[in-house]
């Protein structure tokens, strides 16, 4: 049974940063894509950033330079490291794994997801 469980969420000033981490179960992590998507309140849901098997990774151009996705394969954890936080990123932020794609990530809707972490930042 694959599981994806999120921490490292909760409020921040505007500028500061969090790191968010995901920890997989059930599946071969280091071997397939991997993603951070979030949502906010009556905005649709956003794909932020995603790895694929050999470390490939692509971002939103709304976080470009400011967010970093990575993975640890050996501890099966995915991060995402939020520098320069805005008011704009608040949200409730998933993982998400699709266990049959290995490449060609941003392109991919995965198939697992995790419960998500709040993310909030003020002004």
């Known amino acids: 049974q694959v599981q994806l469980v999120e921490s490292g969420g909760g409020s921040v000033q505007a500028g500061g940063s969090l790191r968010l981490s995901c920890e997989g179960s059930?599946?071969?992590?280091?071997?397939?894509?991997m993603y951070w998507f979030r949502q906010s309140p009556g905005k649709e849901r956003e794909k932020v950033a995603s790895?694929?098997?050999?470390?490939?990774?692509v971002n939103s151009d709304s976080v470009k330079g400011r967010f970093t996705i990575s993975r640890e394969s050996t501890k099966n954890n995915l991060y995402l490291q939020m520098n320069k936080l805005e008011r704009d990123d608040t949200g409730m932020y998933y993982c998400?794994?699709?266990?049959?794609?290995?490449?060609?990530?941003?392109?991919?809707?995965?198939?697992?997801w995790g419960q998500g972490t709040q993310v909030t930042v003020s002004s």
């Open positions: 059930g599946f071969t992590f280091g071997t397939v894509c």
């Open positions: 790895i694929d098997m050999d470390g490939m990774t």
């Open positions: 998400a794994a699709a266990a049959s794609r290995r490449r060609g990530c941003w392109s991919f809707t995965p198939e697992y």
